[in-house]
């Protein structure tokens, strides 16, 4: 019983490698300077790395095994990289899990609210993507651009590329 503890949790390299992935892309600078302008703040870098890592997600969860395996692994390791950059940024101990809860909500919310909006219409995926990511402020058409060809890319590829931590996302 006790050496479960110690066991590898299925996943976690690949996860880690995708998790990387998801940061490297969500940080591109192209998605903060016209036509994409998303602040360049804390809350601009979660909103895009959302983004990024819920198409990943849910490409994942929708594939056969042992995808949705992968896609719990990546959601572990990306929530980690936020209790991580919470910490770095200064939040205590005991604020962590508090700011974790609420990201944990605004995670979830935004992908539903994304997927929703992607099968109601193109309007609809623009005007979330413009409420969340940009704050209301400017025009989300190049970030539903995005996200289609994203969208389209992540379904193209195989099951095994993610396994080998490796997520094509396209140029913003």
Do not use: C, H, W
């Amino acid at each position: 019983m006790i050496f479960g503890l110690f066991r590898k949790k299925p996943f976690r390299d690949e996860a880690a490698a995708l998790a990387a992935a998801v940061t490297a892309q969500s940080r591109l600078p192209a998605f903060f300077l016209p036509p994409y302008g998303a602040p360049d703040t804390f809350e601009g870098r979660f909103e895009v790395t959302v983004l990024n890592a819920g198409l990943l997600l849910r490409r994942l969860a929708g594939a056969d095994a042992p995808g949705p395996e992968l896609a719990q692994a990546l959601s572990d390791a990306v929530f980690s990289l936020f209790d991580d950059a919470l910490r770095e940024k200064g939040i205590s101990d005991t604020g962590v899990p508090k700011r974790m809860k609420k990201l944990a909500g605004a995670f979830s919310g935004r992908g539903l609210a994304y997927i929703n909006a992607a099968q109601e219409s193109e309007a609809a995926l623009t005007e979330a993507l413009t409420r969340n990511v940009l704050g209301g402020a400017g025009d989300g058409a190049a970030f539903a651009d995005y996200f289609r060809r994203a969208e389209a890319a992540l379904a193209a590829a195989p099951l095994e590329t993610f396994l080998r931590g490796e997520a094509p996302f396209p140029a913003p």
